[in-house]
């Protein structure tokens, strides 16, 4: 089974400081693993995603993330906050469930709070 | 590129009253589709998921259920809703060629007094 743990419901930052989500996960099959933003009342975002690829992802809007096996991690960062990254973001792991169907579970999700 | 169609964007129903809540996918077919409900603090629950015409499957026992009756189109729906049944509710759904991907619609705030 696959589970997704995001350490800390709410995180801030002052603008111009380094944003760090945390996002650890267990999975039993290798995983891919995905960041998602979501803004007041709206849907979610891809921001990026981990395919088995390059283990250091670059997404929209200037956020990367970088897969450590070792760690089970999959961080967020991005070295410099915006107001406009005020934001919930939501680390999900692709869990394969038969077929062609695969189903993501994600965490509780991080709520960023961007300080002026 | 696909995009994910839901409306209404808000809802307000009495206890009692029955449901649909509509999704629509442009720009793709055959995409698996997915009905979620979040709520404040709790992530996302995935509620149902779709793989095909008429191929549901249900993750959670509840007051709810969905259907597909075409390959872009995913409904969402109840006979008598339930304080419980507010939320945020979300479609998502993926392409063709990259079912590991999910894409969301902008959501459907439902609340039931």
């Given at each position: 089974a696959q589970s997704v743990t995001q350490l800390g419901s709410h995180v801030s930052v002052s603008e111009g400081a380094l944003v760090l989500l945390r996002c650890n996960y267990s999975s039993s099959v290798p995983p891919y693993l995905f960041w998602y933003v979501q803004y007041p009342n709206q849907g979610l975002q891809l921001l990026l995603k981990y395919t088995?690829?390059?283990?250091l992802v670059k997404g929209i809007n200037g956020f990367e993330a970088e897969f450590k096996k070792s760690e089970t991690s999959f961080h967020l960062t991005k070295p410099s906050a915006h107001m406009s990254d005020a934001a919930e973001y939501f680390c999900a792991v692709r869990a394969f469930s038969g077929g062609s169907n695969y189903k993501l579970t994600f965490g509780k999700g991080t709520l960023l709070t961007v300080n002026p | 590129s696909q995009t994910i169609h839901q409306w209404p964007a808000t809802l307000v129903q009495p206890v009692g009253s029955p449901l649909s809540l509509e999704c629509t996918v442009e720009g793709t077919s055959n995409p698996n589709l997915y009905w979620y409900r979040q709520a404040a603090g709790r992530g996302l629950q995935l509620l149902f998921y779709s793989v095909g015409i008429g191929q549901i499957s249900s993750e959670v026992p509840q007051n709810l259920s969905a259907s597909r009756p075409q390959d872009r189109q995913f409904i969402l729906s109840s006979k008598k809703l339930l304080l419980s049944d507010s939320g945020f509710y979300l479609c998502a759904g993926t392409s063709r060629l990259a079912k590991n991907i999910q894409y969301f619609g902008a959501g459907t705030r439902l609340s039931v007094l």
């Open positions: 088995s690829a390059a283990t | -």
